[in-house]
């Protein structure tokens, strides 16, 4: 087997880190600018930037995508196993039975859990979800968090009364935040099922091979 460099190997996942990083950042100095603007419009005084990365702004605006994702992800992950699309790329076989229905053998090469078997394995052949929902559930509180203290340095600064967290619950604000990002997430996992039935990317594995059928499901 060729040998490869650790960025060969892990280019993928890099590019992508370095994308987020990136954009984590000018999203944070382009919030910060904008928050600031706001709290001079209504005569206070401004943040420095350290100051405003601990503000419900920035944990809001920040944790409103991340829950969306991880959303959207998590139900990826586990819809895939029993619903099909006939002809997409993303789907499994309508007939035919794959590798990743097969219960896990235990080999020199398996993943520890497997080799344990038990509860642990049981655990781990769940975990990809698991883990996905978790996240999804910690952004989720994380953006309420933030959306909810932002709120209330706007009522403070309006001289308006503090809310409490369940009565912001039954705001509109929070709830339009989450369902105007669940619903991009859930469009865009639908554009890719179905663009796979008929459009093709040379290369990628992501889209089926160029020359197969419409109508072939899985890559």
């Given at each position: 087997m060729k040998k490869h460099g650790?960025?060969?190997r892990n280019s993928l996942s890099l590019v992508f880190l370095t994308l987020f990083l990136l954009t984590l950042v000018a999203q944070a100095l382009t919030g910060w600018k904008e928050h600031n603007q706001e709290l001079q419009d209504e005569h206070a005084l401004a943040l420095n930037f350290m100051a405003y990365l601990s503000t419900g702004h920035f944990i809001s605006s920040t944790f409103e995508n991340f829950q969306s994702e991880f959303l959207q992800m998590a139900l990826y992950v586990i819809l895939t196993v029993g619903l099909r699309q006939q002809g997409s790329a993303e789907s499994k076989s309508l007939d035919e039975s794959e590798d990743v229905?097969?219960?896990?053998?235990?080999s020199a090469d398996a993943p520890g859990p497997v080799k344990k078997g038990g509860?642990?394995?049981?655990?781990?052949s769940y975990s990809l979800s698991i883990a996905f929902i978790g996240l999804f559930?910690?952004?989720w509180g994380l953006h309420l968090y933030g959306s909810w203290v932002d709120h209330n340095d706007k009522q403070q600064l309006?001289?308006?009364?503090f809310q409490s967290l369940f009565a912001y619950l039954g705001e509109p604000n929070f709830w339009f935040?989450?369902?105007?990002?669940?619903q991009s997430e859930f469009l865009s996992v639908l554009s890719i099922v179905v663009l796979t039935i008929f459009l093709r990317q040379k290369g990628s594995p992501e889209s089926k091979p160029v020359d197969a059928p419409h109508m072939e499901t899985g890559k």
């Open positions: 650790f960025l060969y229905d097969r219960e896990p053998i235990a509860w642990l394995l049981k655990l781990y559930l910690i952004s309006q001289g308006k009364a935040e989450t369902f105007q990002n669940w």
